[in-house]
């Protein structure tokens, strides 16, 4: 049976791109991505390239769904690891029900490729996605995570929900404005950025959409019992 690939491209330099995900672009009819994934793959595709926008996602997840169902192999390329906040979720909405194998090719998160630029264990902390949306219940998520002292690691929402404005949510909550906090832009390009700041200070500080915020809550330092 044809598949539908959902392939993770990792945080956006090619250094993350995993041999597994360039094999699966290779061997694909149909492959659909942002044109800033597609752009990393320019050497890979042998198959038609189709650009995914902002406005076009339910079309060409629908086209891609066709294809398989008429025997061709599509490669959907995700950034990061398709599962966290990626295109995983979408795609098995057009799936679910239909003659379509989806097979998922895991790949270096932002979440991940922020850990390891702080150096930081993330298996006690506290994970949250604001990018698909922030509601009044995640928002409470947060802070009752927050005040049962976890370690937070998080994707804003650049609109509505970016640093600075998440900054001022906790400080309301109750947070001490000390608390450390991280913001890693851009990881793994070559104008990455890391600014390590305070709570008080991020609630009045502008950043690129493309980042991770870390908020240091429990104050032992790594490798500490
Ligand atoms: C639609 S989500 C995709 C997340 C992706 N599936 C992952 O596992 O990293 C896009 C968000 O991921 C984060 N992100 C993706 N690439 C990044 C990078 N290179 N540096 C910092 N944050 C990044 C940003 O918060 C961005 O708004």
């Known amino acids: 049976m044809a598949k539908l690939n959902v392939v993770g491209i990792g945080p956006g330099s090619l250094d993350y791109v995993t041999p597994a995900a360039r094999k699966t672009v290779q061997n694909a009819d149909v492959v659909i991505g942002a044109e800033r ?18 406005k ?9 769904a066709e294809s398989v169902e008429k025997g061709k192999t599509v490669t959907l390329l995700s950034t990061g690891d398709p599962g966290f906040s990626g295109l995983l979720r979408s795609i098995l909405k057009y799936t679910r029900g239909r003659d379509v194998e989806v097979n998922v090719v895991a790949g270096v998160s932002a979440i991940q490729a922020c850990a390891a630029r702080l150096c930081m264990c993330w298996d006690e902390m506290s994970l949250f996605s604001f990018h698909k949306g922030t509601t009044a219940e995640k928002k409470a998520q947060l802070s ?40 890693c832009e851009r990881l793994t390009l070559s104008d990455e950025r890391v600014v390590e700041s305070t709570l008080e200070r991020v609630a009045a500080l502008d950043f690129d959409a493309l980042c991770v915020m870390v908020i240091k809550v429990n104050q032992k330092q790594e490798g500490e019992n």
């Open 37 to 54: 994934s597609l752009r990393l793959f320019r050497k890979d595709i042998k198959g038609e390239a189709v650009a995914l926008t902002a």
């Open 56 to 64: 076009n996602v339910p079309e060409i997840l629908e086209y891609a």
């Open 144 to 183: 009752k995570a927050v005040k049962e002292g976890k370690d937070i690691m998080l994707l804003p929402d650049p609109k509505a929900f970016p640093p600075r404005e998440i900054a001022s949510f906790l400080v309301k909550a109750g947070l001490a404005k000390e608390t450390p906090v991280f913001v």
